[in-house]
């Protein structure tokens, strides 16, 4: 059974503070893994990391994926109250329907 | 805990057709569950929300006649997309929240099931 895990469930930080975020997987059949970001409606796609692209950078938010160690970080420098959010983890595997395994995210609340 | 099943994983039909998928919570009670279709580049678009034992709330530009969904019990809802074309293939996945229409509180993401509609 596809499994991925966050840590840490909850996180709390002052505005300016680095955090990072972790996931976990184990899965048949890795083929990406994803990042988004819940805020309300539907969750904002972050980032895809595959094989050939095991590091993603976009502004403040990075995200690396070790292979090795069937995990992921997602770093967030300089925090700002806007990134306030649940941080959510998806795998995708290649099996059968292709279907993407969630994490159960991290609560990440920033504090002025 | 906190486990969310859907079924089928991947159904495959034909043009005008209705196809049922199914979202169950299998160890607590959902009071609030949501339907999502994955768009190219990964993005996900909240289709509607269901609270149990009242009508969905459908997103604009979702076709409430076409998507039909049913939150008959606290663990299980249904969509059903009905007449289907070829244009609604794609991933549909549901989540599903212990608190009413919530969307900044946890949600349990099931493991979506792929529709292709020949």
Known sequence: EDKVVQSPLSLVVHEGDTVTLNCSYEVTNFRSLLWYKQEKKAPTFLFMLTSSGIEKKSGRLSSILDKKELSSILNITATQTGDSAIYLCAVGSGGGADGLTFGKGTHLIIQP | ?118
């Open chain 2, 1 to 118: 805990g906190a486990v969310v099943s859907q079924h089928p994983s991947r159904v495959i039909c034909k043009s005008g057709t209705s196809v049922k998928i199914e979202c169950r919570s299998l160890d607590f009670q959902a009071t609030t569950m949501f339907w999502y279709r994955q768009f190219p580049k990964q993005s996900l678009m909240l289709m509607a929300t269901s609270n149990e034992g009242s009508k969905a709330t459908y997103e604009q530009g979702v076709e409430k006649d076409k998507f039909l969904i049913n939150h008959a019990s606290l663990t299980l809802s249904t969509l059903t997309v009905t007449s289907a074309h070829p244009e609604d293939s794609s991933f549909y996945i549901c989540s599903a929240s212990r608190l009413p229409q919530s969307y900044t509180d946890t949600q349990y993401f099931g493991p979506g099931t792929r529709l292709t509609v020949l």
